[in-house]
């Protein structure tokens, strides 16, 4: 038997990184987070769907007393969230290249772009709850709900950064490689559905 299929017996940097260069297959981890994305994509589909259809029923939108949602710091937002992918996608080819220290730090860089996205955006979501309430009319409803989804999917994101930057300070495995493979196609996910949810978010100020 090779060393190849006994994966999980490659518990150093070097012997990770070789285990996934002479990998003929997806593991497991990769396909279980594409059926994650799959139903989580699905979901975000369901809530914008639901967001134009109440739209389009609706003559004002949004309802009079209501302000038009701000585009600049939205857009800006959302193109943060978008470069926090490229410390992680970093993060992967050193850990694929046994490099665990400079992974470790790539993970923590988009940790901190990703936490101060989360703040800023709890902090608009904040104002704007101030304003008015998702329980005044349909447009509140769907817009708190698309809005509060899509953070807390980030949320989600930074646990998941948390649980890497712990693990990955006692050393890199295969299966910590594997961790933050999966942990980097979360956040590609999340960055892309962000550009959906932003544009439908403004769509009325456009």
């Known amino acids: 038997?090779?060393?190849?299929?006994?994966?999980?017996?490659?518990?150093?940097?070097?012997?990770?990184?070789?285990?996934?260069?002479?990998?003929?297959?997806?593991?497991?981890?990769?396909?279980?987070?594409?059926?994650?994305?799959?139903?989580?994509?699905?979901?975000?589909?369901?809530?914008?769907?639901?967001?134009?259809?109440?739209?389009?029923?609706?003559?004002?939108?949004?309802?009079?007393?209501?302000?038009?949602?701000?585009?600049?710091?939205?857009?800006?937002?959302?193109?943060?969230?978008?470069?926090?992918?490229?410390?992680?996608?970093?993060?992967?080819?050193?850990?694929?290249?046994?490099?665990?220290?400079a992974a470790w730090w790539l993970v923590a860089l988009a940790a901190a772009i990703q936490g101060t996205y989360l703040g800023l955006q709890i902090h608009l979501f904040t104002d704007d709850f101030h304003r008015f309430s998702p329980s005044d009319d349909a447009y509140a409803s769907i817009y708190f709900t698309l809005l509060g989804v899509h953070h807390a999917h980030v949320a989600v994101g930074l646990v998941l950064d948390a649980w890497l930057l712990a693990v990955l300070a006692f050393g890199l495995t295969n299966y910590r490689l594997l961790a933050l493979r999966v942990a980097s196609y979360y956040w590609y996910f999340v960055a892309a559905i962000g550009v959906a949810v932003v544009f439908t978010q403004i769509y009325p100020s456009l």
């Open 1 to 101: 038997m090779t060393d190849i299929p006994r994966s999980m017996e490659a518990t150093s940097g070097p012997a990770a990184a070789r285990v996934d260069a002479e990998r003929r297959t997806l593991p497991r981890g990769v396909w279980a987070i594409a059926l994650v994305i799959a139903t989580e994509f699905t979901l975000f589909a369901s809530l914008i769907a639901t967001y134009f259809y109440l739209r389009f029923r609706t003559d004002s939108w949004p309802p009079d007393g209501i302000p038009d949602p701000s585009v600049v710091m939205p857009l800006v937002l959302t193109g943060v969230l978008i470069v926090s992918t490229v410390p992680m996608a970093a993060a992967v080819r050193a850990a694929r290249a046994a490099r665990r220290r």
